[in-house]
């Protein structure tokens, strides 16, 4: 599905001494199943762009469209409904909810469609089958490692079976190894077809072969797009 | 069938997330049952203490006349009841011998009463539980009273009062005219008071009317109002508890509105990742609805069973000397187990909703806020 971002402007805090502008009129056309990258510095703006294309945020100004549909101005329950048919996130910090295990955190987004336990339960263990976790489904999150956590958060994201993937930072807590074995599976996931936008500095992400085409952001202003 | 199931993950999910933070919401449990516990408690138990005294006083006459002297309750000449005649609707009227005596030995007053349906010699006297237990004695034993001119009589314990009556009679006295006479110093020709039996309720006053146009020197008590000054001298008890609980009450309220008012950063948290996966606002809603409600409604529960465990099974031992009120004789009884429907919907409106609802607003305001700000 296409995604396609018209002058997007986002200020936080608007009218008040702390007044922050963290993305400056951002167009861009993100083209589906390919593995697109934002890249640039802490507080550039990657974060927030991603967030506002997930429909996490809204911009403060500016058209987003996903395919025919106008993102922004959407009301809330219907940015729900988007979020939960077409995106997966991943998120920097994994995200997953401590005290839950592995199981439970990677069925939560199917929770409020109500599916038949059977098929939940299988659908989650091929996931987890997929990405070397079976042994680890009762266990709870917070005794996982870096990379284990960070692929419990590939597999939630993956549950319900979304078109677009959106990992924010996905490298930043992972080592050398993970980072290279989070791209293998990336560079997996876009061959099945899905539509992939990572943001990142780090080399190893912006640099591999997985990756399709990279945007630089610097200040929330677009200074370099690249295929 | 996707709505049920739907609704059984919800529950499930808030049943887990319960269980992820069980040591605060134990306590918060304990301190909420603990609140119902009290304030159900002390509600049963007056209810029950009124619906007792209703039950006891349900035989007793219509109608007591006492004279009075100077404002005072003065004795009553024998002969008022000839100069009562003949009232329509009275069926029947006598005189009645009763007073207190203070026993030294035990610092209590004990009410020294003619016994109407028993045969007493002058030498013999019925007591009351609470006298027995006080004092130590059973049916057999001596008992020794020091009458008005200082004269020590010893009566023989022939009988004690059914347990089943000790709210009204567990200092009571039971003896002979003669010995009551005797004991106290009223002449022959002379009652305490007056008892008058009234066939039609709705005649009452209108008897107590006459009464007071024909001995204007009397003063006519009726049976609803002994009820109503129980039911007021209840009803004071239980405000002066509830004044003494409020401190524990305001502590809860603000122990809970900190808890319902204020997420936890990791509580926002967990919202925002909820909402970015997927979850609508109206989903998280009533997973936190469901988890005030689960807690709330867990410690009403516990709360009340135990208060009417305390009440109907313990005889509300830890609140008996306030709202019985006895000064050293109090009287220990069964209360007849009974549940007033209005008095559980006040509790239970006035503790659960609420709880529930002061939980709900701060999660409203967190999920209808974007998930990326909530979660930063």
């Given at each position: 599905?296409?995604?396609?971002?018209?002058?997007?402007?986002?200020?936080?805090?608007?009218?008040r001494?702390?007044?922050?502008?963290?993305?400056?009129?951002?167009?861009?056309?993100?083209?589906?199943?390919?593995?697109?990258?934002?890249?640039?510095?802490?507080?550039?703006?990657?974060?927030?762009?991603?967030?506002?294309?997930?429909?996490?945020?809204?911009?403060?100004?500016?058209?987003?469209?996903?395919?025919?549909?106008?993102?922004?101005?959407?009301?809330?329950?219907?940015?729900?409904?988007?979020?939960?048919?077409?995106?997966?996130?991943?998120?920097?910090?994994?995200?997953?909810?401590?005290?839950?295990?592995?199981?439970?955190?990677?069925?939560?987004?199917?929770?409020?469609?109500?599916p038949?336990?059977?098929?939940l339960?299988?659908?989650?263990?091929?996931?987890?089958?997929?990405?070397?976790?079976?042994?680890?489904?009762?266990?709870?999150?917070e005794?996982?490692?870096?990379?284990?956590?960070?692929?419990?958060?590939?597999?939630?994201?993956?549950?319900?079976?979304?078109?677009?993937?959106?990992a924010?930072?996905?490298?930043?807590?992972?080592?050398?190894?993970?980072?290279?074995?989070?791209?293998?599976?990336?560079?997996?996931?876009?061959?099945?077809?899905?539509?992939?936008?990572?943001?990142?500095?780090?080399?190893?992400?912006?640099?591999?072969?997985a990756?399709?085409?990279?945007?630089?952001?610097?200040?929330?202003?677009?200074?370099?797009?690249?295929? | 069938?996707?709505?049920?199931?739907?609704?059984?993950?919800?529950?499930?999910?808030?049943?887990s997330?319960?269980?992820?933070?069980?040591?605060?919401?134990?306590?918060?449990?304990?301190?909420?049952?603990?609140?119902?516990?009290?304030?159900?408690?002390?509600?049963?138990?007056?209810?029950?203490?009124?619906?007792?005294?209703?039950?006891?006083?349900?035989?007793?006459?219509?109608?007591?006349?006492?004279?009075?002297?100077?404002?005072?309750?003065?004795?009553?000449?024998a002969?008022?009841?000839?100069?009562?005649?003949r009232?329509?609707?009275?069926?029947?009227?006598?005189?009645?011998?009763?007073?207190?005596?203070?026993?030294?030995?035990?610092?209590?007053?004990?009410?020294?009463?003619?016994?109407?349906?028993?045969?007493l010699?002058?030498?013999?006297?019925?007591?009351?539980?609470?006298?027995?237990?006080?004092?130590?004695?059973?049916?057999?034993?001596?008992?020794?009273?020091?009458?008005?001119?200082?004269?020590?009589?010893?009566?023989?314990?022939?009988?004690?009062?059914?347990?089943?009556?000790?709210?009204?009679?567990?200092d009571?006295?039971?003896?002979?005219?003669?010995?009551?006479?005797?004991?106290?110093?009223?002449?022959?020709?002379?009652?305490?008071?007056?008892?008058?039996?009234?066939?039609?309720?709705?005649?009452?006053?209108?008897?107590?009317?006459?009464?007071?146009?024909?001995?204007?020197?009397?003063?006519?008590?009726?049976?609803?109002?002994?009820?109503?000054?129980?039911?007021?001298?209840?009803?004071?008890r239980?405000?002066?508890?509830?004044?003494?609980?409020?401190?524990?009450?305001?502590?809860?309220?603000?122990?809970?509105?900190?808890?319902?008012?204020?997420?936890?950063?990791?509580?926002?948290?967990?919202?925002?990742?909820?909402?970015?996966?997927?979850?609508?606002?109206?989903?998280?809603?009533?997973?936190?609805f469901?988890?005030?409600?689960?807690?709330?409604?867990?410690?009403?529960?516990?709360?009340?069973?135990?208060?009417?465990?305390?009440?109907?099974?313990?005889?509300?031992?830890?609140?008996?000397?306030?709202?019985?009120?006895?000064?050293?004789?109090?009287?220990?009884?069964?209360?007849?187990?009974?549940?007033?429907?209005?008095?559980?919907?006040?509790?239970?409106?006035?503790?659960?909703?609420?709880?529930?609802?002061?939980t709900?607003?701060?999660?409203?305001?967190?999920?209808?806020?974007?998930?990326?700000?909530?979660?930063?």
């Open positions: 599905m296409l995604i396609e971002l018209h002058d997007i402007k986002k200020v936080f805090n608007q009218g001494p702390n007044e922050f502008w963290a993305i400056q009129g951002i167009s861009l056309r993100i083209e589906p199943k390919q593995v697109s990258c934002l890249k640039g510095a802490s507080g550039s703006g990657k974060t927030t762009l991603l967030s506002m294309i997930g429909c996490l945020s809204r911009p403060t100004s500016g058209r987003i469209m996903l395919g025919e549909q106008l993102l922004s101005g959407l009301p809330e329950r219907f940015l729900t409904e988007i979020r939960r048919h077409t995106f997966g996130f991943i998120f920097q910090r994994f995200n997953l909810i401590q005290g839950m295990t592995v199981l439970e955190n990677i069925m939560l987004p199917a929770y409020p469609l109500g038949r336990h059977a098929s339960l299988d659908a989650a263990h091929r996931l987890m089958g997929h990405f070397n976790l079976s042994s680890k489904a009762e266990n709870r999150v005794w996982l490692s870096g990379g284990e956590a960070q692929r419990v958060s590939i597999c939630r994201a993956l549950i319900n079976d979304p078109d677009i993937l959106i924010d930072e996905p490298t930043a807590n992972l080592d050398t190894k993970l980072s290279r074995e989070f791209m293998a599976l990336i560079d997996e996931l876009r061959q099945s077809g899905k539509t992939i936008l990572i943001s990142s500095h780090d080399p190893l992400v912006f640099e591999s072969p990756v399709n085409r990279v945007v630089e952001l610097r200040d929330g202003q677009l200074v370099r797009d690249a295929d | 069938m996707g709505f049920f199931r739907k609704q059984r993950y919800l529950i499930d999910f808030t049943l997330s319960l269980s992820r933070r069980k040591g605060k919401n134990l306590g918060l449990l304990l301190v909420y049952a603990l609140i119902v516990f009290m304030l159900a408690s002390v509600m049963l138990f007056t209810h029950a203490l009124r619906k007792e005294a209703g039950i006891i006083l349900q035989d007793s006459p219509e109608i007591i006349l006492q004279r009075m002297v100077a404002g005072r309750h003065a004795l009553i000449p002969d008022y009841l000839d100069r009562i005649g009232l329509r609707g009275v069926s029947e009227k006598q005189g009645r011998l009763w007073g207190y005596f203070y026993d030294p030995a035990v610092k209590a007053n004990y009410t020294m009463m003619v016994a109407e349906q028993h045969e010699t002058t030498t013999q006297v019925i007591v009351g539980a609470g006298i027995a237990r006080t004092r130590g004695i059973g049916i057999g034993d001596y008992i020794t009273f020091r009458s008005y001119d200082s004269q020590a009589f010893s009566f023989q314990v022939v009988d004690i009062l059914d347990a089943n009556s000790e709210l009204v009679s567990a009571l006295v039971l003896m002979s005219e003669q010995a009551y006479r005797r004991t106290f110093g009223v002449p022959e020709g002379y009652f305490t008071d007056l008892v008058l039996k009234v066939r039609n309720p709705r005649e009452v006053r209108k008897v107590a009317e006459k009464l007071s146009l024909k001995l204007p020197d009397t003063r006519p008590i009726l049976r609803e109002e002994i009820l109503r000054t129980y039911d007021s001298i209840f009803a004071w239980q405000g002066i508890v509830f004044v003494l609980l409020a401190g524990a009450v305001l502590a809860f309220v603000i122990f809970a509105w900190d808890k319902a008012s204020g997420l936890s950063a990791e509580e926002k948290r967990e919202i925002g990742i909820l909402k970015a996966v997927g979850w609508e606002t109206s989903d998280v809603l009533r997973m936190k469901w988890e005030g409600a689960i807690i709330s409604l867990t410690a009403f529960i516990f709360g009340y069973l135990a208060a009417y465990a305390h009440v109907f099974y313990a005889s509300a031992s830890l609140f008996d000397p306030v709202l019985k009120g006895w000064a050293v004789l109090y009287p220990e009884f069964q209360p007849i187990p009974f549940i007033d429907g209005l008095q559980l919907a006040t509790l239970f409106f006035f503790t659960v909703f609420p709880y529930t609802v002061a709900i607003i701060p999660i409203w305001r967190a999920s209808i806020t974007d998930p990326d700000a909530v979660m930063r």
